[in-house]
């Protein structure tokens, strides 16, 4: 078709409202449009060469056709007619809200990368972006489409985008908080944000709270505050989960929770226990994720924190104790780990033995970590629960220090820690398990053997074994002396009754020799 563009653009726009045109002929005459369209500026002096076109294109048959290359064809052409009509496009607002749900469905194909119709798809969502045509969807009141195009961004970004695709998404949706904050909108970026796939639908979570923070604290800031204060509320999709918006906020946009933060108070005061141990697993996380700066700047919080470490509830109490295990991992120096490190040492006192065998655990890794820097002196401490009434506790506490000895061993054998007056003390306390009759697995034969087989790693040298005997034999008190002879006096005892056995045997086996010699001169 010969002529200028918008000739060509006003004579296919008269074709196309001609009836009972057949899929071909509406193929061919909407590609010469998009063609000639793609050749216009903005203008809107060109608005009486595209009337027949505009008008032609909001026709039930066009806008509805059954034909999907057909529909993309005809999305394509409005949103040039957009383009070079804007600001003011020839479309009533219930063509608009016809227009954009033909836009959406076309949206719904942009995570098929191989789809021959990617290239226009993306045309018409960067267009729709640059031209802020979503804050045409708000003024007219289409909300219901709203939140079935951001359904359909996050179900397309799960497969995977291209830079520009996820650029375009977020833009709209930018724009679409920008004009306007709804909950249900909301609920849809919450339910994305919290995946535990971290893929590409909570990148553009993450992108679109950071984008529009500013605009999202408040009604944020509503909705997980009740959730934290009114426990008694209807239970919504997203108020079981509030922590993990909590979290997953905090790691990219702190700032919108400076207000909801101090209400977490109320949690860890709260008289159920479920509520008190969720609490404090959040906190224990918000601390680590901060290398525990955020106890510094809630210091009411953390004060709150701290408490729970001697909660009422043992479950509670032990969740504590690994809270402190991460947060001393995390970051090891300054008030806020001292602070927790002493909470975590009073747990080893605790009247529950589940807890008391936590805290010794939570002190032997914290050791095993870094055995430079974390405070040896606490290892003896932990080490007195080898003293405790309780069988499981002292068993438990036995086999955590004599794993720890083994990893202190085996890094003064690779270079990486030096000998330690506190570390070379645990064989010493030890030993002192054979004088235990309560129980099988303390007796002397049994420490002997521990002592023997368990005591170092199997790869140390005889001369670094003999090192560390010297050293933790330095010692040793009169109990221990004492212990060491019940153990080698046991093993003495076995070698001799072992040498009567064989002894025995032997005699055994001799008188049967001489019987059968006798028998065959018989």
């Known amino acids: 078709m010969s002529g200028s563009p918008g000739q060509v653009v006003s004579e296919v726009g008269k074709r196309l409202g001609q009836p009972r045109l057949g899929k071909d002929a509406l193929i061919k005459l909407l590609k010469q449009a998009e063609s000639a369209l793609s050749e216009l500026s903005q203008s809107s002096s060109l608005q009486d060469a595209l009337r027949p076109l505009s008008k032609s294109l909001v026709q039930n048959t066009l806008l509805s056709h059954k034909d999907k290359d057909v529909r993309l064809l005809v999305a394509v052409c409005f949103i040039e007619v957009m383009r070079i009509l804007a600001p003011d496009p020839p479309f009533t607002d219930e063509i608009f809200k016809e227009i954009f749900r033909l836009f959406i469905s076309e949206f719904s194909g942009l995570a098929d990368t191989e789809s021959p119709y990617l290239t226009r798809r993306m045309k018409i969502l960067e267009n729709v972006a640059a031209l802020r045509c979503s804050v045409i969807m708000v003024d007219t009141g289409c909300q219901d489409l709203v939140l079935d195009m951001a359904k359909i961004f996050f179900s397309a970004a799960k497969q995977g985008l291209q830079q520009c695709v996820h650029q375009a998404m977020l833009s709209i949706m930018t724009q679409i908080l920008n004009e306007k904050v709804t909950q249900p909108l909301l609920d849809v970026i919450f339910r994305n944000l919290v995946k535990e796939d971290k893929g590409g639908a909570h990148k553009l979570a993450v992108d679109i709270i950071q984008n529009c923070a500013e605009k999202l604290e408040h009604i944020v800031r509503i909705f997980l505050t009740s959730c934290i204060l009114s426990k008694d509320a209807p239970v919504n999709e997203h108020k079981k989960p509030h922590h993990k918006i909590i979290l997953e906020i905090f790691q990219c946009a702190p700032q919108m929770l400076f207000a909801v933060i101090p209400c977490l108070t109320h949690e860890l005061l ?13 906190i224990g996380r918000l601390l680590v994720f901060s290398n525990l700066r955020f106890g510094q700047e809630n210091q009411i919080l953390f004060r709150e924190f701290l408490k729970r470490f001697s909660d009422k509830s043992a479950e509670v109490r032990i969740a504590a104790i690994d809270a402190a295990k991460a947060c001393y991992i995390a970051a090891s120096s300054g008030n806020v780990a001292q602070n927790v490190l002493k909470s975590l040492e009073g747990r080893l006192l605790d009247f529950d033995d589940k807890v008391r065998i936590r805290a010794v655990y939570a002190v032997c890794d914290l050791a095993k970590s870094n ?22 506790v002292r068993k438990n506490v036995m086999h955590k220090l004599l794993d720890l000895y083994r990893d202190y061993c085996e890094k003064c054998s690779k270079g990486t820690a030096t000998i330690n007056t506190h570390y070379e003390q645990i064989p010493a306390k030890l030993i002192v398990l054979c004088f235990d009759k309560d129980c099988e697995s303390f007796r002397p034969h049994n420490m002997g053997l521990i002592f023997a087989e368990e005591l170092f790693p199997s ?8 090192m560390h005997w010297v050293e ?34 032997a005699k055994k086996k001799n008188l049967q020799m001489k019987y059968r010699r006798k028998f065959v001169r018989h």
């Open 270 to 282: 709260s008289d159920q226990v479920d509520i008190r141990l969720e609490a404090v697993h959040l």
């Open 371 to 392: 055995l430079s820097s974390f405070p040896s002196e606490l290892i003896l401490q932990a080490a007195e629960r080898l003293r405790d009434k309780k069988i499981s």
């Open 459 to 466: 790869p140390l040298s005889p001369k670094e074994r003999a």
């Open 472 to 505: 933790f034999f330095s010692y040793f008190k009169s109990q221990h002396v004492k212990a060491l002879h019940a153990i080698f006096s046991q093993k003495r005892r076995l070698q001799l009754e072992m040498q009567a056995y064989l002894s025995l045997r």
